[in-house]
């Protein structure tokens, strides 16, 4: 196990911890806040071998671990840290921890559901020491590290089978469990937010904001940081994978109170405009928009370049639409510095006050005013 002296771990003050949620804040409410791109995408680049996941440490695991790219953070913590480095250097305020998987049921694929809080523990060390590094290197500048928290490979909504619709893989409980586990790592390794990321089921995510207002409920108050959530449109239907209209997922997850809510995956810049539009319309707190690189090709490659991703998202950043802007899947450091000087200097948004209401939602969104 790593220890709990770790840089960045838990034995920071409490104090320093409020200092940089205060921080985290102020930046949103200063400008638009630029994320991170993709980390799979990037370790890609590094053509890294079994043994490169193995390490000397995992030699003899029962089980292939290649693909497994949250366990680099342990046998390859050097690829990890360069890559948060990289997404500084190029304008990132915020990157997010190589922990998509990084949960009991995810790593249930590799046998390395023990592994789960070690991953995390060191997941936020590899970001922490980028962050550092870059804030020594450049005066005044503050660096930011997302907990991310992915949407799992089992659903709650949803059969696997088709012969058995009534069937699910996991239970809430189980889901919880394997969230609270991982939201107490990434606590106490000292993120300073959680983001809950690429929803396509609405339930799952729900799990997932339960278990993060149940650990902080077991906190002190100064545990508490900022709560970004972001869903999944899966195709031009507008709809989540598990149903949902963008509105009726908002609906479903608002008393979380989230401090941003927005949209990541599956689609490029241009195909999530309609649904941007529409939650920047409607949410009564920030938003953000952080999209794949164009659709995969038929080589599984993204094709749009770093200008391209650029003129969408400054064209949201233009209509006053995000406060927080970067890239998914196919996205590269090129990508996130052409997107950071396409937002640099325009105003952010400005979440509108929501009218008293009753709002429920199934697939659809109901509003009783």
């Known amino acids: 196990m790593l220890p709990s002296a770790l840089p960045g771990s838990a034995s920071r003050a409490p104090a320093a911890d409020a200092e940089r949620a205060d921080a985290f804040r102020r930046l949103f409410a200063a400008r638009i806040a630029v994320l991170d791109g993709a980390m799979g995408s990037m370790i890609q680049t590094y053509k890294l071998a079994e043994a490169d996941f193995r390490g000397s440490r995992f030699a003899d695991h029962p089980h292939d671990l290649k693909g497994n790219n949250d366990l680099l953070c342990l046998t390859r913590p050097d690829v990890i840290e360069e890559i948060h480095r990289a997404y500084f250097a190029a304008g990132a305020d915020i990157v997010e921890t190589n922990t998509f998987s990084s949960t009991a049921i995810g790593m249930a694929d590799y046998r390395c559901e023990p592994l789960v809080r070690e991953i995390n523990l060191a997941a936020v060390a590899c970001a922490r020491r980028a962050a550092a590094a870059t804030e020594a290197a450049t005066s005044g500048r503050r660096c930011f ?195 950071a000087q396409a937002v640099r200097g325009r105003a952010p948004r400005m979440p509108p006050q929501a009218a008293r209401a009753l709002r429920l939602s199934g697939l659809e969104p109901l509003a009783i005013a």
């Open 145 to 339: 590290v997302a907990g991310a928290i992915g949407p799992l490979n089992r659903t709650l909504s949803m059969s696997p089978d088709v012969n058995r619709p009534d069937f699910r893989a996991v239970t809430w409980e189980q889901v919880v469990q394997a969230y609270t586990e991982q939201i107490e790592a990434l606590l106490d390794g000292g993120v300073d937010a959680l983001l809950v990321e690429t929803i396509f089921d609405t339930l799952n995510a729900k799990a997932a904001l339960f278990a993060i207002e149940s650990v902080f409920d077991q906190r002190a108050a100064e545990a508490r940081v900022p709560v970004l959530v972001s869903v999944t449109i899966t195709d031009a239907s507008g709809r989540t994978l598990s149903g949902q209209t963008i509105r009726a997922f908002y609906h479903s997850i608002t008393h979380a109170r989230p401090f941003c809510v927005g949209i990541n995956c599956a689609l490029g810049g241009a195909a999530m405009r309609p649904y941007v539009e529409e939650l920047s319309q409607i949410a009564a707190c920030y938003t953000s928009c952080y999209p794949n690189a164009g659709l995969p090709n038929a080589f599984g490659a993204y094709d749009e370049t770093p200008e391209d991703m650029a003129t969408v998202l400054g064209e949201f950043a233009a209509q006053g639409w995000v406060n927080l802007v970067g890239g998914c899947c196919g996205s590269t450091p090129a990508h996130i510095a052409a997107i």
